[in-house]
């Protein structure tokens, strides 16, 4: 099989090579997954660099998401079977012909279901439901304040928070990606390169500010989205985009009474501290089950802003970081890649 392998870490126009390597076996409780597609995201600039919080065991193959056609199994493999259509939770791996996983990263997805939109939700839509339904438990008539809003996981917490009831306040950066953001259902789009988004977040609700804020940019934008939650509001720190990780004064939660609080969805898969995906497999389902469910009823529709061969993984990289990509970015495998 293709496959793109990081020998050593650096910059992803040097370091990630098109190689070829043999198809993996499955071990007991193992499945071996023909990849149809996989996701592209800027946390992947980041471990080909050795500078994510969890440092890739070298060499390895980039993309922790991918969607397929299960190939093999091994023993003691109940939850798939070969042929079934599935989505992936990769330790690391998606960007081959094949990987191999545990049985309790697969998630079965209907038949007619694009692969691109499997590789997409598996990660950046659970993280959404994960988040607003598991951990800031977000209320019908609630109002939602998502950041970065065009891209995968702000497109997704767009159209899960107006499944879920609430009103969306979009904050994205540029027209094409506001337009977006109001395509996918929001109610009121805020340009953060014209706009100081606190101030529209306090004119569109009356001064009251809002219940939840999806922050997964971080840096000031972290901080002045806290000033503008409303009494007992409630933050949801994602992720820094903006590489910068914030410094919270307790003070700004006291005044009105808010929460701050994380959702790392790796945790679940075992990539933490602590983690253990076998721990965790009824609310990784129950999440999985939740997004599928809202798909299936027509409530969510992810959108594959771009698609790239496996040979072209870094180009694909390149209009993920160069914010060229509103929705998912993939890359998808052709028969050369098995």
Not at 121 to 149: C, F, I
Not at 305 to 323: K, S
Request: net charge neutral; aromatic share 8%.
């Amino acid at each position: 099989m293709r496959a793109i392998v990081v020998h050593e870490f650096g910059n992803y126009k040097d370091v990630a090579k098109l190689e070829t390597l043999p198809v993996p076996e499955p071990g007991p409780g193992e499945v071996v997954v023909r990849n149809k597609a996989a996701g592209v995201s800027f946390a992947a600039s980041l471990n080909i660099a050795g500078k994510y919080q969890r440092k890739a065991p070298l060499p390895y193959i980039p993309s922790t998401e991918s969607a397929g056609i299960v190939h093999a199994v091994g023993e003691n493999v109940t939850r798939v079977a070969v042929g079934d259509h599935v989505m992936c939770s990769v330790n690391h791996g998606g960007a081959a012909g094949f990987c191999k996983i545990e049985d309790v990263a697969c998630f079965k997805i209907p038949k007619d279901m694009d692969f691109a939109v499997g590789s997409a939700v598996v990660t950046s839509y659970n993280t959404s439901y994960g988040a607003l339904v598991r951990r800031a438990k977000l209320q019908r008539g609630e109002t939602l304040l998502v950041h970065g809003a065009a891209g995968a996981v702000g497109m997704a917490a767009v159209e899960i928070g107006k499944a879920l009831g609430a009103t969306v306040i979009a904050v994205a950066g540029g027209e094409t990606h506001c337009e977006t953001a109001r395509r996918h259902g929001a109610d009121y789009v805020i340009d953060h390169r014209q706009e100081d988004f606190r101030e529209r977040v306090m004119k569109f609700t009356d001064g009251r500010g809002v219940d939840v804020v999806y922050d997964s940019i971080g840096g000031d934008v972290t901080i002045q989205s806290i000033r503008s939650l409303a009494w007992e509001g409630r933050l949801l720190t994602i992720g820094y985009a903006c590489g910068t990780i914030p410094d919270i004064a307790a003070n700004r939660l006291l005044l009105k009474n808010a929460s701050a609080m994380g959702f790392n969805l790796g945790h679940f898969f075992g990539w933490s501290p602590g983690g253990n995906r076998r721990q965790h497999i009824d609310a990784l389902d129950e999440m999985a089950a939740g997004v599928l469910d809202l798909y299936s009823k027509g409530q969510i529709k992810p959108e594959i802003g771009a698609r790239f061969p496996l040979p072209q993984f870094v180009d694909a990289l390149d209009a993920v970081i160069n914010r060229k990509v509103d929705g998912k970015c993939v890359i998808e495998m052709s028969e050369e890649d098995y």
